[in-house]
T-cell receptor
Framework: GEDVEQSLFLSVREGDSSVINCTYT??????LYWYKQEPGAGLQLLTYIFSNMDMKQDQRLTVLLNKKDKHLSLRIADTQTGDSAIYFC???????????FGKGTMLLVSP | GAVVSQHPSRVICKSGTSVKIECRSL??????MFWYRQFPKQSLMLMATSNEGSKATYEQGVEKDKFLINHASLTLSTLTVTSAHPEDSSFYICSARKLAGGNNEQFFGPGTRLTVL
């Protein structure tokens, strides 16, 4: 079955860049997503990337996809304290309707 | 946008009672809605997938008689936790996928915190 792995915790200083990493096992993944969850709240879709893309940039967010290594990363430039949250990567592949989530990476941004 | 609401946001109930949680897609029609459960500091666990007008598909280990799902329209799905017990206390999150367009994204509701005393 599918498996999505993430490191559990990342701490950065305000203004630095944050890089959150994710690995997955399903080579037939078609879409990969990054979600943000603030305390006590639901999930907010941040960005997504198609499996035939290597990179996607959206303002402060840059997603890199290495299909060979099945590695996905989310880079947040100029990290702010408001970026402190849990970040989940998730994948879906054709023929299935359900997302497979990683366990989430808690990002802590200190002033 | 694609906004999904949940109601209530927080509910406390006595053991043995039933609780209904609503999930609505506010500005789009959803072919499919999903119900997740999230334990503290853990990832989301998919409970069931519901398509409008048909029976929900439950994940292995999820009791369908315990967690009743009704997807009556393209904008509303409900989850009823029947005869709730303290171990049912959790954060329940729904998501919805658009009927048309989109990129298979799921849009999530804000969650419902259930506490069973």
């Amino acid at each position: 079955g599918e498996d999505v792995e993430q490191s559990l915790f990342l701490s950065v200083r305000e203004g630095d860049s944050s890089v959150i990493n994710c690995t997955y096992t399903d080579s037939s993944s078609t879409y990969l997503y990054w979600y943000k969850q603030e305390p006590g709240a639901g999930l907010q879709l941040l960005t997504y990337i198609f499996s035939n893309m290597d990179m996607k940039q959206d303002q402060r967010l840059t997603v890199l996809l290495n299909k060979k290594d099945k590695h996905l990363s989310l880079r947040i430039a100029d990290t702010q304290t408001g970026d402190s949250a849990i970040y989940f990567c998730a994948e879906i592949h054709s023929g299935y309707s359900t997302l497979t989530f990683g366990k989430g990476t808690m990002l802590l941004v200190s002033p | 946008g694609a906004v999904v609401s949940q109601h209530p946001s927080r509910v406390i109930c006595k053991s043995g009672t039933s609780v209904k949680i609503e999930c609505r897609s506010l500005d789009f029609q959803a072919t499919t809605m999903f119900w997740y459960r999230q334990f503290p500091k853990q990832s989301l666990m998919l409970m069931a997938t519901s398509n409008e007008g048909s029976k929900a598909t439950y994940e292995q280990g999820v009791e369908k008689d315990k967690f009743l799902i009704n997807h009556a329209s393209l904008t509303l799905s409900t989850l009823t936790v029947t005869s709730a017990h303290p171990e049912d206390s959790s954060f329940y999150i729904c998501s919805a996928r658009k009927l048309a367009g989109g990129n298979n994204e799921q849009f999530f509701g804000p969650g419902t915190r259930l506490t069973v005393l």
